[in-house]
Structure formats: structure tokens, C-alpha cells
């Protein structure tokens, strides 16, 4: 099977600028989740889809984040204006329905803003 | 809040040597515990993962964690590390009530001298 595809896979912008980053999960995957991890910290969780429907968004450091998901398949992630405090690697990762599946992992966006 | 700890940071081996990487997590409740690893330019993959039953775990390459509930703790071990066991790796714990969320903890950064 296909595994998880982020695009794009790097990325750099200024503070200010916007920056869309989007994930392509497993087909048939209902969840999806976004994570960021900044630079030897934990990879910290940002929110959690099922389907097209937002789980659990606590994670999602202020409104100048936007996740989507709509029609339950990719999933983007736009954040908008960028500041300095949000560079990072985004890590999406997607899993079959429940709670006893691993997740699968893409291979990150490294967001650097400058 | 849920947490993951993970103690230590950086390990450097000789190969054949043993490991064993701390996990201690916080969460009274019951939770399903995972190993993840990332090889060097590779996405997180999962090394093992606990749900029920015989609390020590085999997972692939020859690692294997042993989940002590008392002790809130999935330590990692291999009784003998080779060269290609260079990684960086996470702990993570999930819920099995309520919002699907894996929690990650800081990870460690394992190299492996030939």
C-alpha cells in the first residue's frame, strides 16, 4: 500500500507569509493526525481528524492555524501569518478507525520560517 | 495532562552492547504503549506496541519492552545493538477511552559505534 505523503518537504518563508502544508493518508484511513516537532522537544501533538471531522483539536498552538479535511481524504494544514515560533517539522500521520492501530507516518514538512 | 518522559537523550554504544531506554508515562487510566523509530532520512516507524496480555512485547530487529504498570514505565531494550540500530527513538502512549490522542515523549537519539 501507498504510505503517508506530505508535501511539501520543505519549506521556507518569511515571517508573515503564509504557508499551506499538505498530507495524503493511507486510503481508507479515517483518522489523520498533524504533529509538530520543534528542534530536540517532543513530537507534540496538534489535532486529530475522524474522517472529515475534527477529533480533538487541543493541540493547535493559536488561530493562525488552520486544518482541514474535506470529504475525509488529504488533509491540509495552513498556517497564516507565520512567525518565527513555528518553525519546525509537521509530521501527519493516519490510522484505521479505533484506538488499537499504530500510527503510519509520513516523512515530515521541515517548516522553516525566517 | 498526559506526559511521556523519556530519560535519556542521547546514547552512544559500541555495537553489541546492550541497551535499554527509560519510559515512564503519567495517566491513571488504561493506555496502549508504543515504540517508534526513525532511521536517518527515513519517516517514524513502529518498532513494537503494547495493548494487553504478556507485558513484555517483541517487536521487529530484536528489540523488545516490558510494560510495568506499577511503575507507569515501556522501557525499550536489545540485548546486543549493531551499527544499523542508529536512530532516533520515541516513546509514545495513546488512550483507550475518550479522544484517540498518542502522546510522544522527547525521544533519544541512539549511536551506535562500529
Known amino acids: 500500500e501507498a504510505g503517508v505523503t506530505q508535501f511539501p518537504s520543505h519549506s521556507v518563508i518569511e515571517k508573515g507569509q503564509t504557508v499551506t502544508l499538505r498530507c495524503d493518508p493511507i486510503s481508507g484511513h479515517d483518522n489523520l493526525y498533524w504533529y509538530r516537532r520543534v528542534m530536540g522537544k517532543e513530537i507534540k501533538f496538534l489535532l486529530h481528524?475522524?474522517?472529515?471531522?475534527?477529533?480533538?483539536e487541543s493541540g493547535m498552538p493559536n488561530n493562525r492555524f488552520l486544518a482541514e479535511r474535506t470529504g475525509g481524504t488529504y488533509s491540509t494544514l495552513k498556517v497564516q501569518p507565520a512567525e518565527l515560533e513555528d518553525s519546525g517539522v509537521y509530521f501527519c500521520?493516519?490510522?484505521?478507525?479505533?484506538?488499537?492501530?499504530?500510527?503510519?507516518f509520513g516523512n515530515g514538512t521541515r517548516l522553516t520560517v525566517t | 495532562a498526559q506526559s511521556v518522559s523519556q530519560h535519556n537523550h542521547h546514547v552512544i554504544l559500541s555495537e553489541a552492547a546492550s541497551l535499554e531506554l527509560g519510559c515512564n508515562y503519567s495517566y491513571g487510566g488504561t493506555v496502549n504503549l508504543f515504540w517508534y523509530v526513525q532511521y536517518p532520512g527515513q519517516h517514524l516507524q513502529l518498532l513494537l506496541k503494547?495493548?494487553?496480555?504478556?507485558?513484555l512485547v517483541k517487536g521487529i530487529k530484536g528489540f523488545e519492552a516490558e510494560f510495568i504498570k506499577s511503575k507507569f514505565s515501556f522501557n525499550l531494550r536489545k540485548p546486543s545493538v549493531q551499527w544499523s540500530d542508529t536512530a532516533e527513538y520515541f516513546c509514545a502512549v495513546c488512550r483507550t477511552s475518550g479522544t484517540y490522542k498518542y502522546i510522544f515523549g522527547t525521544g533519544t537519539r541512539l549511536k551506535v559505534l562500529a
Open positions: 503494547y495493548f494487553s496480555g504478556d507485558p
Open positions: 500521520a493516519s490510522s484505521p478507525v479505533g484506538y488499537n492501530s499504530p500510527l503510519h
Open positions: 481528524f475522524v474522517k472529515e471531522s475534527k477529533q480533538d
